[in-house]
């Protein structure tokens, strides 16, 4: 059952010294109860409290990382069946398939993609991390993870059942963490054996959930921590009840054997590429913690990894820029001025469009806790005796100080209030409502 932050308190050495990364005890324990933590980060608790506390304090899906650096994807750790109960954790893991049936140029091809594919939306850059490695034996999957860590740097799932063509090719990348996929019902002690050794992930696979929670068992029993459950779901409809089974098993009931992230391969579930993206995107939608596609084609991993962000979005703290002033076009003293809220959404769309208009100008960005023009409107953050304030001490003067400023259609209603709150030689002018229509705005003001 799971314990309070202050039972946990109670077991912790409370010296505060600050070695598992929290300011104190307290914080620790908080984190441990929320399951952001793990015990073993403390150094100093006690055999008997590790006792007390054990499982009871590790989260409901147990944190996995594969790869290093740069490409290193972390899962797991997530708490919630939904959403809006609290927020999920970590993106899921976007990766390709790549196997010594390739020739050497398509599995070139792929890497290069790999290593260089990545998407900036909303101020985040997302990109594919995975390469999951398949050879017919060791040498080969060795010699093919070789090269997906040397090319791409790829966080790297190896496929094989066989524990020793597994250990062959893990063993010289151990630091790099490879995830090794599978052990099974045949082959889980030489598996496990070889993760053990090498002390890196590895996953179980089964063709049911009966037989999947058999070796999560075993893995529990194995005091096996960083293990990742592949169902063999071969449907859409399988995809959706597996994972959600899973999920709702491991933070509703503590069900430990399905306490760890999941992995899934549209790769292999379909030739049809458009089928493939819809089983991706339900593996994304459905708690899967790592997703193997069969090629890199941008049409479908991007959609794929802004669905991703968009569903790992916590919901209580909205994506936002920092206050400031954001010059755009390299704009000087006789550029337009623009004001406008941290909403990053708001920010890109607003700021993509000024860039594109190829008009040099000020875009001034008011601090409204992230949220959009109306809201923060209604809200009463983005109104004339708090823009004006901020456009005083933004220092805007210094760089344009022409004073004429141009707010968002949508507050039309504030330009009168706000000149006069921003007093002498101040003209407000009223913008567009979309920011589509931004560029021919600028092109008409910058003519006048
Ligand atoms: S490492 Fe342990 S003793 Fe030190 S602050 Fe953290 S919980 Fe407390």
């Known amino acids: 059952m799971a314990l309070s932050g202050l039972q ?14 929290q300011a104190t005890c307290m914080a620790f324990a908080m984190q441990l109860a929320a399951g952001k933590a793990e015990l073993d980060q403390c150094p100093y608790v006690s055999d008997e409290a590790k006792a007390e ?20 994807v972390t899962i797991g750790e997530e708490t919630v069946l939904y ?18 049936e390739m020739d050497d140029a398509e599995v070139d091809g792929i890497l290069e993609q790999l290593s260089q594919q990545e998407f900036n ?11 999951a490695v398949k050879a017919a034996d060791g040498a080969a999957l060795a010699a093919l993870a070789a090269k997906a860590d040397e090319k791409a740097g790829a966080a790297l799932v190896l496929v094989s059942e066989d524990a020793e063509a597994l250990k062959q090719a893990a063993e010289p990348l151990k630091d ?32 049911s959930l009966d037989a999947l929670a058999d070796l999560g068992q075993k893995a529990v029993d194995g005091d096996f921590k960083e293990v990742v459950l592949d169902p063999s779901s071969a449907t859409l409809g399988e995809v959706l009840r597996d994972q959600t089974l899973i999920r709702r098993a491991a933070v509703k009931q503590t069900f430990r054997p399905f306490g760890f992230p999941t992995i899934g391969f549209p790769c292999n579930m379909t030739d049809d590429k458009m089928q493939e993206a819809v089983f991706a995107s339900t593996f994304i939608a459905k708690y899967a913690g790592l997703v193997i596609l069969s090629d890199l084609d941008p049409a479908r991993t991007m959609p794929l990894l802004y669905l991703a962000q968009n569903i790992y979005t916590d919901p209580q703290r909205p994506m936002q820029m ?24 708001t920010y890109f769309t607003v700021s993509s469009e000024v860039e594109a208009s190829k008009v040099p100008a000020w875009l001034c960005v008011m601090d409204v806790e992230g949220q959009s023009v109306l809201t923060a ?19 805007i003067e210094e760089k344009a100080p022409h004073k004429k400023v141009t707010i968002p259609g949508y507050v039309a209603q504030i330009s009168g209030e706000l000149e006069e709150e921003l007093g002498e030689g101040w003209q407000v002018q009223v913008g567009v409502r979309e920011a589509a229509d931004i560029p021919k705005y600028l092109k008409q003001i910058s003519e006048n």
């Not at 505060?16 to 990364?21: A, F, S």
């Not at 506390?53 to 290193?72: C, K």
């Not at 030489?190 to 696979?205: N, Q, R, T, Y």
Request: charged share 25%.
């Open 377 to 395: 409107w209604a809200a009463g953050k983005f109104v004339a005796d708090a823009i004006a304030p901020f456009l005083k001490k933004s220092g």
């Open 121 to 131: 939306y909303v101020g985040q850059t997302l990109r594919p991390r995975v390469a």
């Open 53 to 72: 506390l054990g499982e009871a304090s590790a989260p409901p899906v147990r944190r996995v990382t594969i790869g290093a650096g740069d490409m290193a």
């Open 176 to 207: 790099k963490k490879p995830l090794l996929y599978a052990a099974t019902e045949s082959n889980f002690d030489a598996v496990s054996a070889v993760a053990k050794e090498l002390d890196v992930p590895f996953a179980i696979k089964a063709d």
């Open 322 to 345: 920092d206050q400031g002033i954001y010059p755009i076009n390299d704009p000087d003293e006789n550029a337009p001025i623009l004001v406008t809220t941290n909403f990053s959404l």
């Open 83 to 100: 959403r809006h109960e609290k927020r999920f954790e970590h993106m899921p893991g976007l990766g390709v398939l790549i196997s010594d």
């Open 8 to 21: 946990i308190f109670k077991l912790l050495p409370k010296t505060n010294c600050k070695e598992c990364g």
